[in-house]
T-cell receptor, first 113, second 114 residues
């Protein structure tokens, strides 16, 4: 069974600084998608960024970018110029087409003013 | 506005009293799914549906039922709720079950079973 591991239960960063959230996954598949979801205090799940495994280029969405290392099965999220509104729980998720997303346990990010 | 809606958003009930959490999407999505979120466990899939009248179990289906009579609606039914079903529940939908389709989540339903 596929597993997703987020080894950092909590992280904090100074406002305007850069922070990287880690995610590793276990799979024997070659084609799959990886996602980062943000869950603010409102509890809404918001898609931040997604990466197709067959693409070598790392996905970028404004201040959010990923470092995708397929061989190492690593998928970290980098947030640049951190803002107070980035404070949230962040979930890494994996999808190989088995009708579900497999989620990590989450990393709670705190932004220090 | 394209969205997934859930009702109620908050619910307190007692053990054994049947309840239904509704989920509706207005994006003509074929695929719908229910997850529960518990501290330290992330989100786990309860049931999913690839289309009308097609449903299947996820990772934690015990104690839950679902139905998919219409494309837009996918209610979650707890026939006899127990305290271990206290959780935060999310409904999600996507255009199809294909893995390249992004899932969109509802706002969540917080359930407390006493």
């Amino acid at each position: 069974a596929q597993t997703v591991t987020q080894s950092q239960p909590e992280m904090s960063v100074q406002e305007a600084e850069t922070v990287t959230l880690s995610c590793t996954y276990d799979t024997s598949e070659s084609d799959y998608y990886l996602f980062w979801y943000k869950q603010p205090p409102s509890r809404q799940m918001i898609l931040v960024i997604r990466q197709e495994a067959y693409k070598q280029q790392n996905a970028t969405e404004n201040r959010f970018s990923v470092n995708f290392q397929k061989a190492a099965k690593s998928f970290s999220l980098k947030i640049s110029d951190s803002q107070l509104g980035d404070a949230a729980m962040y979930f890494c998720a994996y999808d190989d087409g088995n009708e579900k997303l497999t989620f990590g346990t989450g990393t709670r990010l705190t932004i220090i003013p | 506005e394209a969205q997934v809606t859930q009702n109620p958003r908050y619910l307190i009930t007692v053990t054994g009293k049947k309840l239904t959490v509704t989920c509706s999407q207005n994006m003509n999505h074929e695929y719908m799914s229910w997850y529960r979120q518990d501290p330290g466990l992330g989100l786990r899939q309860i049931y999913y549906s690839m289309n009308v009248e097609v449903t299947d179990k996820g990772d934690v289906p015990e104690g839950y039922k679902v139905s998919r009579k219409e494309k837009r609606n996918f209610p979650l039914i707890l026939e006899s709720p127990s305290p271990n079903q206290t959780s935060l529940y999310f409904c999600a939908s996507s255009f199809s079950w294909q893995y390249q389709e992004t899932q969109y989540f509802g706002p969540g339903t917080r359930l407390l079973v006493l």
